[in-house]
């Protein structure tokens, strides 16, 4: 389902411990709470969230995959 902005706490959860990793995401390990909002809810994407039994256990993002000239 979209997400909403309140559902950030929860979709900052999974990406810190997914991120942390540093062989999943294409983001430094060590990205903070700010610049995943920024990229999370930039203008061009759209943000989902997986829920069951009410909880958030799944994000994901829809953006263009290659920016600019790419």
């Not at 929860?10 to 062989?23: F, L, M, P, R």
Request: hydrophobic share 35%; net charge negative.
């Amino acid at each position: 389902t979209p997400a909403q902005h309140s559902d950030f706490d929860a979709i900052w959860e999974i990406i810190q411990k997914v991120a942390s990793t540093g062989d999943t995401f294409a983001y430094y390990p060590h990205i903070t709470q700010e610049q995943a909002r920024d990229i999370w809810w930039a203008p061009d994407v759209k943000t989902y969230v997986g829920r069951a039994d009410g909880k958030i256990v799944a994000c994901y993002i829809m953006r263009p995959n290659q920016r600019g000239l790419g």
